[in-house]
């Protein structure tokens, strides 16, 4: 395989990644209802979406933020490193 590929494989993937954690905290803080809910059910916050909108995570990246364990959405934020 071409490692130059496999880089920018990789940075396409962290790039999406990104854009997407970013749509869920973008819609946490303009959407009270979607941040309580994202606080005290991340699981179901994720799998649900925001205003019919999926978000596009891998299961392991929806499972991995859906471990979060927060009381607000700055420590949700907090978090985001430490799990993905």
Known sequence: ??????EKTK????ALQQQEISRILTA???NESFRKQLLSNPDK???V?????????????????AS???SSLAEFA???PQVV
Request: aromatic share 8%; hydrophobic share 45%.
């Open 11 to 14: 940075m396409s993937f962290n």
């Open 1 to 6: 395989m071409n490692p130059v590929g496999t």
């Open 45 to 47: 916050a994720l799998s």
């Open 78 to 80: 907090a978090q985001i």
């Open 68 to 70: 979060i364990r927060a």
């Open 49 to 65: 979406g925001y205003r019919g909108e999926p978000f596009h995570l891998a299961k392991e990246e929806r499972s991995q933020l």
């Open 28 to 30: 946490a803080v303009i």
